[in-house]
């Protein structure tokens, strides 16, 4: 162990507890003691030999040698008080002391000793505290002016004329305060060194925070402006840090969140703790000219600094995960509200749909098991019995739709594609709905070109998509209307198209046609029967095709329903459920079951 660590362990088991945990004030209490109790401890060896060489002290002589024992008492006072600057006023006053002693009897403010006046406030300045150093200095000027006035005034004892003229003395007064004022300037050094080596420590310990924490730091004036943003700012924008200075981070902020994104900088500004999410833009790859906005949550808080010039330190965050899983969350939320709407949607419909058949059903086979009370003919009997057959082929169609649309959404629905006509398969389902259409008083016209190609697809599968379509755009025209169905070829599909002079479709239930039991209108207004399956199914088989439905409609003018399937079908390997397809929602799927059950124990 070196000579240097050894006197530093001494010195640091003699600080005061409260300098134990600062590097800085560890420092000048060192600064403060190694010198006084160095210059003490020369002091007392070197008394034996002034006596060897002087003879006897005089009095005076001792009681300076005594006086420089003095700063043993100042570094105990600092290690057991760790006052520094209480330390500093009483080394001051001590050094006055010791100075005006030897000036009095050596010559007053002529003698050698008045030059160490100038070094009590050069002492002071290690204090690092103006009051220290501005007592020092009126302390070294009263004592300069005390001693000429005592002169002046021959107040003073005499001087020997052959010491008042002794230059050994006046050059060892000098060369001591120089070599004393040295010391000092090699303490200012030291803790100047020290504090500049800590000062970097602490700003390298902060440049390593603000490089390498995801989080953006920065430091706004009053009215948003930055002055200081951390280099991750590029990672999260994608810009160098020296353009997002003044306004260059405003200009990024999305429009419509710019007011909330000063607001909460100025709220911050008086003295409020804010937290704000807004979007930012950030820019794309290298290459890439486009970006895009991110959502950035932003806590912002003020300096302590006086109102007028008010600054605000924020932190920001990348918050775009958050924000899209609850859009998500968000979108799941009115899903199963629209399913919980569906069910209740499809109760209402099926609850109409399978009662009246079956009501018909029991009624009238109840009326022909009493035909003996009752008393009825063939004629009757006959007409009960067709009843009960239109109200079992009713409800056999409920039943198949709700079958079919329960395939498709399992994926279970299979189609056989062949090659087949479409214009005689399209002429047969029109002249089935024919009947429909006189008795409902609407004009059904059929276009359908006589050069059509053949297509490959499931010819059932077709058929029942003319035959949905048909008959849904002559259950909502009104008498006197007209439904126009036409057929043609556009590249390498083929269109159909059914258009009505109906009751046409509202623009908010329009986005929604075709989901399963879904029927424009609220349900209890419905002046049609129907199960709301029809466009499901036909939205089903198509998607099933590759194919495409489209549906323009305006309320009061009508409907065009136009459906696009390939020539060529070829069905895939292994058949995956249809991406097309609505989804049903698991409780809207577990009512459907339980419904079709209900229905074949009633069957």
Known sequence: MSSLSLIRDCLDALLHPSAQYDALTRARHRAFMAPRLLGSLAALASFPAFLAMRGAPTAIEVAAFAWLIAPILLSWFLSRTGRYEGAHVLSSLALAGLVMMIAATTGGIASFAAVWLVVIPIEAALSASRRVVAFAFALAMICAALLSVLAHYHVLPAVDPAVASNGTLVGFGVVSAIFYAAGLAFGAESLARTSVALLYVEEERYRLLAHNMSDVLSRHSRNGAVRFISPAAEIMLGVPASRLSGHGLFDRVHVADRPAYLTALSDAARGESRSVEFRVRRDGARGET????IWVEMRCRALDQTPADAEV?????????RKVQEQALEQARNAAEQADASKT???AT???????????IIGFSEMIAQEDVLGLDAARRKEYAQLINDSGQHLLSVVNGILDMSKMESGNFEISPEPFAPRPALLNCCNLVALKARESGVDLVTRVGDDLPVVNGDPRAFKQIVLNL?????????RGGKVTVSAGVEGSRLLLRVSDTGVGIAADDLKRIGDPFFQAGKTYQRRHEGTGLGLSIVKGLVGLHHGEMNVESKVGEGTIVSVALPLAFTPPVAVEPSSNVSTLKPALRSG?????????KSA
């Open 290 to 293: 486009a970006g895009e906005f």
């Open 470 to 478: 048909v008959s849904n755009a002559i259950k909502f025209t009104e």
């Open 313 to 321: 330190v924020a932190v920001m965050r990348d918050v775009t995960d």
């Open 592 to 600: 459907l079951q339980e419904q079709t059950h209900q229905v074949k």
């Open 345 to 347: 949607r499809f109760l």
């Open 350 to 360: 099926m609850s109409h749909e399978l009662r009246t058949p079956l009501n018909a």
